[in-house]
């Protein structure tokens, strides 16, 4: 009876080892650091043609209806966002009163950094 005791415990202290390792194999940030990836850097202006601060930017793959990722600019008016590397077209759009909301689209091939600006018109407002 002692004896399957310990294999019990050994056996279950294997396992809670193996599982912890996948675990953290998983959630390891430098891990995920590692994956290939691209960078939309963008430059928002008003209307004033001053960096615009406080507004949000909405990026979205092309293919797809809802945003994916929601950030804010900068007091320089600056934002970015990593993106998965590969070919795909990317819509920013910065979240604005008026129409039509300040639009571009984004076209990245691979790993790569791609710089960008978007200019808001004379009859838009911040949405904050």
């Known amino acids: 009876m002692i ?6 415990a050994a056996s279950l202290a294997v396992a809670f080892m ?4 996948c675990l953290a194999i998983a959630g390891d940030p430098q891990k995920r650091e590692l994956e290939p990836y691209a960078l939309l850097f963008g430059t928002l202006y008003g209307p004033d043609q001053r960096p615009a601060y406080g507004v949000k930017i909405k990026i979205r793959r092309a293919d797809q209806k ?3 990722w929601e950030l ?3 007091h ?3 934002f970015a966002q990593r993106v998965p590397a590969g070919k795909a077209d990317y819509i920013i759009t910065a979240d604005v ?3 039509p909301k300040p639009e571009l689209t984004v076209h990245v091939d691979n790993d790569e950094r ?3 600006v978007l200019h808001m ?4 407002k911040h949405s904050n």
Not at 121 to 124: D, F, M, P, Q
């Open 66 to 68: 809802k945003a994916k």
């Open 72 to 74: 804010y600019s900068n």
């Open 121 to 124: 018109k004379g009859s838009e």
């Open 97 to 99: 009163k008026g129409n």
């Open 76 to 78: 320089q008016g600056e």
């Open 114 to 116: 791609k710089d960008f």
């Open 18 to 21: 193996l599982a912890t390792s």
């Open 3 to 8: 004896r399957d005791r310990r294999h019990a």
